[in-house]
Structures are given as C-alpha cells and as structure tokens.
C-alpha cells in the first residue's frame, strides 16, 4: 500500500472527489468541480489533472475506464482530447485505504441514498447504513413525512462502489412531503475529515 505521505494533499483531495462515486475527467477538470462534489477547490488546469490522475493511476491509487467499461491506462503525455476527458476514474482498493487512513471515516455514521421515480411520478428512496440505530433514528422522523416501511438487514451491503461489508441495513421510504430533502442532509453527518482537518 502506498502511505499517504508520499502523495501530496491535492492527490489526496483527487481521492476524496471520487469516494462516494466515479467521476469522469471532464467532470473532476470542471471549473465548478469544488461545488459538484462539494469539496474543497482542487486549482488545477486540465492539464496538470489529467497528470495528477496518471499519477494516482500508477501508484495503482485508482483506475481508469472508457464509456464502455474497458480498462485505459493514461500517460502523462496524453493530448487532452474529448475522449479523454470522458474517461471514469474510479477509486481502487488500495485508493480507498489510503483515502481512509487519511479522512478516518467513522462507516457507522455513514448514509447512503439512493433515489428512484416511479411510473406514478412519485419518488421512492433507499437509505443504507452499516448501523441499524441511525435508519432507526431517520424512521422515526421520516413517519411524519412519507410512507415508512420497515428496517431490513441485508447481506453484503455495498456503502459505496469500492467499499463493501458483510452486512448493513436497508431502509425504504416513499415521499409524501417535500420537506424530505433537509432531513435527509441534516441526517449526514459528518462522517470523516474534512481537507482542511488533515494533518
């Protein structure tokens, strides 16, 4: 494994940009990539990022993939061209243990949601968590504003694309209120330092 002190705190944050997802270089070369992700501003032109990343590439950090979910290996020296830039880099698993040993996530605080509108027009969401007592808590609140069902334990449960456990928690609810969107951020906590709290 790569120890974070041999990488510098902009790779780090490069790290942090694709935790929860996958991003394309487009995106993370984007002037409002700090608001998309809601990070800390990265202040790389396009061609110092796509250098970072073939850096982060090759210390096996993360990897890269086409639109068609085939294997690219950047170099340094790469024009930055249109199909560059829609290239999908993803953390891999020695990415994602760097990423946690410096951003020290607390998974038991971690939230995930997922989203769905169904034919009827009406959204129905799907909140993960490794700890059964935080969806317990979100419940109870949530009964006021949509149809709740219950807790369900499910087995291997993926908190983000890298990241999996052996089991978590699954709640589903579908929305009566519109009030729904505050809750929900207020429920996500902090879950793990920030870049200005690194040491």
């Not at 970072?52 to 020296?77: P, V």
């Not at 968590?129 to 709740?148: F, S, T």
Request: overall charge negative; charged content about 25%; proline content about 2%.
């Amino acid at each position: 494994m790569v120890n974070q002190s041999v990488i510098n705190k902009v790779a780090l944050l490069l790290l942090d940009y694709i935790v929860e997802l996958p991003a394309t270089i487009r995106q993370l070369a984007s002037e409002d990539a700090d608001v998309m992700f809601n990070k800390s501003p990265h202040g790389l032109s396009t061609r110092e990022l796509v250098s970072e990343i073939s850096g982060l590439q090759g210390k096996g950090l993360i990897y890269i993939e086409g639109d068609n979910g085939a294997s690219f290996r950047l170099h340094e020296g790469d024009d930055v061209s249109s199909e560059i830039l829609d290239l999908k880099v993803c953390l891999s698993a020695a990415g994602g243990k760097l990423w946690e040993s410096a951003f020290k996530p607390d998974w038991n605080r971690f939230l995930s949601v997922d989203m769905e509108i169904t034919d009827s027009g009406g959204e129905v969401f799907r909140l993960g968590a490794l700890n059964k007592a935080l969806l317990e808590e979100i419940r109870e609140q949530l009964r006021k504003l949509a149809e709740v069902h219950h807790i369900e334990g499910v087995t291997s449960w993926r908190a983000t694309y890298w990241k999996q456990f052996e089991r978590g928690y699954q709640l589903e609810f579908s929305v009566k209120k519109l009030e729904i969107d505050s809750l929900l951020v207020k429920s996500r906590k902090q879950w793990c330092l920030n870049r200005s709290e690194l040491g």
